[in-house]
């Protein structure tokens, strides 16, 4: 109502109609004037406005009655919720990382590689996990979070795994904080094998699952965002589409932050900004989820900058998902927040591409 009339329902607005064509060569038909009040009477009665083409009214005169007939069937007002006020209520952000460890990474143990560990400097990976992670973690009353690695060897089998918890609890994949999360990434990268492909629909529907859990709910209680941390283009890339088209309907937001100098195209093509997302059913997607970031873009740039990027368009995805469900903010309550959904990793031989019976912990290209 603000942005309609600021605030005056006896504001005039003008409303104008045209004969729609997909060339954009649209033609104007005409126009008509009404107040908000007036718009909102259609709430008990149909309304109807004379459609008005003021040139054709020039060349015809008296003998001009209209372009048109513009009906209003109902009309109503709905409120809008602010992002705020749904966090405020005790919406709480539920969010999972998900972390690259194919071999076009590099060996771990030279330098030249993402995924080298320095304690004076930080990698991409950890750097992009910091800027975002320490900015979600303060809408997340315990601070718990599933971390997750995807396309390397893992102990004992040493199988190619898409859905592995860092830290190796199978049951548990939870880290304490952002610092647990790092802590976890950096036991692992020396447990397994960096290998491939690159897959990310086994990921994304792992937190789908439980999203999905929570819209049966019909309240706004939990939120899920997943960021993916990754090097290179996807393997994956059809059923990828489709497991972000399945999960634009679900309480779901998807952060890709591109580490390293490859091409992202594919990802560009992931967020949906300029070309609505449709897979290859040809369902579109319900809404924009999805958010792209290449880190060399923000390398030199302050921490707090890319994550002031990346998670621009999540307050906005978050209160469209809820005003299309129709659910408005919890009613604050002083009860302790309830705990987040259980999650435990999927075991990961179903998602094996390749299988070693028994293998050292080596880096493979």
């Not at 064509?21 to 009665?45: C, K, N, Q, W």
């Not at 992670?133 to 390397?152: I, N, R």
């Not at 997943?226 to 994956?236: A, H, M, R, S, V």
């Not at 679900?250 to 949906?272: C, N």
Request: aromatic share 10%; proline share 8%; glycine share 6%.
């Amino acid at each position: 109502m603000h942005a309609l009339s600021g605030g005056n329902p006896d504001s005039e607005l003008l409303i104008k109609c045209w004969d729609w064509d997909s060339d954009g060569s649209s033609d104007y038909i005409g126009e008509m004037r009404a107040t908000v009040r007036s718009l909102l009477e259609a709430a008990a009665s149909r309304m109807q406005w004379d459609c008005m083409n003021h040139d054709k009214r020039k060349k015809k005169g008296s003998k001009y009655k209209n372009s048109g007939v513009i009906y209003l069937n109902s009309a109503k007002v709905e409120r809008e919720y602010s992002f705020l006020e749904f966090i405020m209520g005790g919406c709480q952000i539920n969010f999972t990382v998900a972390i690259d460890f194919t071999g076009s990474n590099g060996d771990p143990r030279t330098p030249s590689s993402l995924h080298h560990i320095d304690p004076n400097c930080p990698n991409q990976y950890v750097t992009a996990l910091r800027s975002v992670g320490t900015v979600c973690q303060d809408y997340d009353s315990d601070k718990m979070f599933p971390a997750l690695g995807f396309g390397a060897r893992i102990p004992p089998n040493w199988q190619v795994s898409h859905e592995f918890p860092l830290n190796f609890n199978m049951n548990n994949p939870f880290c304490s904080g952002i610092a647990g999360i790092e802590h976890a990434y950096f036991e692992s990268i020396y447990k397994v094998q960096l290998y491939g492909p690159t897959n990310f629909s086994p990921v994304i529907r792992h937190v789908a699952r439980f999203a999905a859990d929570e819209a049966q709910k019909n309240q706004a209680s939990n939120y899920f965002v997943l960021l993916i941390l990754t090097d290179g283009e996807i393997t994956d890339f059809e059923d990828t589409k489709e497991a972000i088209v399945e999960a634009s309907h679900l309480p779901m937001s998807i952060i890709i932050i591109g580490v390293g100098q490859a091409e992202f195209g594919q990802m560009e093509a992931l967020d949906g900004d300029a070309v609505r997302l449709v897979d290859r059913r040809g369902r579109p997607c319900a809404r924009d989820i999805v958010q792209f970031v290449p880190f060399r873009d923000f390398r030199n740039s302050p921490q707090h900058v890319l994550a002031q990027h990346v998670l621009a368009e999540l307050p906005d995805q978050l209160v469209k998902y809820y005003g299309n469900r129709k659910l408005s903010p919890k009613k604050k309550s002083h009860a302790p927040p309830p705990p987040p959904p259980e999650q435990s990793a999927t075991n990961p031989t179903q998602h094996n591409h390749t299988t070693a019976p028994s293998a050292p912990p080596a880096y493979y290209g």
